[in-house]
Every structure is written in C-alpha cells, then in structure tokens.
C-alpha cells in the first residue's frame, strides 16, 4: 500500500517520458501544466457465473490490463513536439540549433512502437514513440505505461489556445515520487489566433475554432504472457472541426450547398521561435446551422467541417517552431 496525503488538485502533477522499450517505465523529462486530467487503469474484472446451486457471482478472475483518458492543457509550442511524436504522424525536425521547426503529417500505421531516440542530424525524422506518463494525486505516484496519443482535439477557451489529448495506453502501475520542474513557457492568447479560410483569406467574422484528429486508439492485449496490453493499434481517422462565424454573407453558405472543398489555416504565434501552425488541406463543410437565437442575439453560422485526404494530399500538416530540442 502507498500512503499519501489528501489534497486538493492543484497540488498534483503531469509529467511525461519517452520509454525506451514499450511499456518500461521511464520518469519524467518534461512536465506539463495542465487543467485537467482523467486518465486511468481501465482493467475490467472476468466474474466467474458458474452454476453451481448458486444464483451469485462466485468468483473473479483479474481481466487484461489497459489504460486510458484525457488530459486537458493550454497549448505551448515546447510541449507538443512529445504529443505529436507520440501520435500516428510522422515528425520531421529540422534545425541543429534552436529554434527548431517540427513538421507532422498523418501516417497510416496500424500499431504502436517506440523509436529509438534520433541522432543529430537535419533534417531528422522522430516519429511513433510510446509515453510513460506519472500522474501525482494526493502525493500518490501513478504511471501510466505504453502511452500513444489516439485523440488530439484543439479548441479556444476565452481567447486561449487549449488541447485535449486522449491516451491509451498498456496498464497503470506506482513508481516512485518525482520532484515537478516547469517551463517558463506562453500559452497562446488572445490577439495571438488568427483563422484564414480558405488559406490566404483571413476571417475577422470569425470568434470561436475547433480542430480534431481522432485516428482511434485502442490497446491490444495478447498472449504474452503478460496482463498489460502488448501494444496499442489505430484504426479509421477522421479529422473534422467546427467554427463560427457572423453571418453577413452567404459565401460559406454557397460553398456548403455546393459541397466545395478548400483549405483551411490556423495560425498561433507568440514570436518567430514560437508558433504552431495547422493546415487543412481539404475542408469541407458538413452542417450549416444559422438561426434567430434571441431578440438581442446577434445572427451567427455555427459551421462544422470534416477533412479530406487523399494520395495527393494529407488529411492536415501541422508544423510547430519552438526553441524545445525534441528527438
């Protein structure tokens, strides 16, 4: 048993590692100040129904290990090379010194792997990590192992830039306490964001945006021997978003009943060596609501869109500059 002490959840604290092998927990390298988290071991007992002159439940059996959940973070150029390399892209970085450009496209691999960390060179290509990730909890050390990122999911609270992502991952297991170190970094705020749709026209109508990648992930147990998953796979993407605008015009109206495909592009930028950048290749817009919300209410399109990818395109690239040495 581990013995903590109760306390409130601004007291905890999220850091993660890139595991050298699999599922071996590694402390953490990088800690990340976040609003929220909800990851834990989703392990489901086997209850024994045996008839045996009994209507109960008569036993349990420990079920397969497997971990999953979200946490939520305002979005900091330094931190998302680690998620995106962790995620079902592949990252090229370029640059020997800072700042360094990180720019990932989507891949169609089915199962998760661990890298093994890059030499210097430029470019380099980092990609398909699993995660160790140490949560503490009332001073109650908890790792997450094998963790890829299934699910990223970008949106704009009050002006700032903030991320969900979801994890999943090979099993939970207590590691020893781990002393958090934070980085002097900046979120992106308000007077930060700018939306062009399509690229090259920019949306001052324009008040809220969303971005998902959701490439499914779900851990995969086998006959390993072993309770914990023995890796985690992807399956279908979809890439899809929302944004809304005033409605003074028809020109996204037109575009949705004539099913047009164009870009979209997202810009978040603190200074030159700080900056993510998100391309939609191919948008399309997939609902069109406008209504008289209220006799005060302004008249707004609250948009939703899916994107496209195909062999000539990808689904979305999205490059990330940062003075973070990430491999």
């Known amino acids: 048993m581990t013995t903590g002490e109760l306390e409130v959840g601004g007291a905890g604290s999220l850091g993660i590692a890139f595991e050298t092998t699999a599922g071996t927990y590694e402390a953490p390298d990088k800690w990340i100040p976040i609003r929220s988290e909800t990851l834990l071991d989703a392990s489901v007992p086997i209850y024994r129904m045996n008839i045996v002159g009994t209507a109960n439940r008569n036993g349990v059996i420990p079920g397969y290990k ?5 946490f939520v973070f305002e979005v900091t150029a330094d ?3 680690y998620l995106l390399m962790a995620a079902r892209m592949t990252v ?7 700042p360094f450009t990180y720019t990932a496209t989507p891949t169609s691999i089915a199962k998760s792997t661990t890298a093994a960390p890059a030499t210097p060179a430029d470019p380099v290509t980092c990609t398909n990590k699993t995660l160790s990730v140490l949560i503490q909890r009332s001073k109650i050390p908890m790792a997450y192992l094998g963790c890829s990122v299934g699910h990223l999911a970008f949106t704009i609270d009050a002006g700032v830039l903030l991320c969900t992502v979801s994890l999943v991952g090979f099993g939970e297991e207590t590691e020893s306490t781990e002393t958090p170190s934070y980085a002097d970094s900046v979120p992106f705020g308000p007077g930060k964001l700018l939306l062009e749709s399509p690229t090259g026209t920019s949306r001052p109508d324009v008040d809220t945006f969303s971005f998902e990648i959701n490439d499914n992930g ?5 006959l390993t021997g072993s309770r914990f998953a023995a890796y985690n796979s992807w399956g ?3 890439v899809s978003g929302s944004f809304e605008h005033d409605f003074e015009n028809t020109d996204d109206f037109d575009a949705f009943m004539a099913g047009d495909i164009s870009t979209i592009h997202f810009t978040a930028t603190n200074t030159a060596d700080d900056s993510i950048d998100i391309v939609v290749a191919q948008k399309v817009l997939d609902s069109y609501p406008v209504h008289l919300s209220g006799l005060g209410n302004l008249v707004v399109a609250q948009t939703t869109y899916h994107g496209l990818g195909d062999a000539s395109n990808d689904d979305y690239t999205i490059t990330v500059v940062t003075n973070e040495d990430v491999t």
């Not at 090229?92 to 800072?98: E, F, N």
């Open 92 to 98: 090229v970085r370029t640059g020997l010194v800072a």
């Open 66 to 70: 497997l971990a999953n959940g979200d």
């Open 79 to 81: 931190v998302m090379p």
């Open 236 to 238: 279908e993407r979809e």
């Open 218 to 222: 779900t851990p995969q147990n086998r």
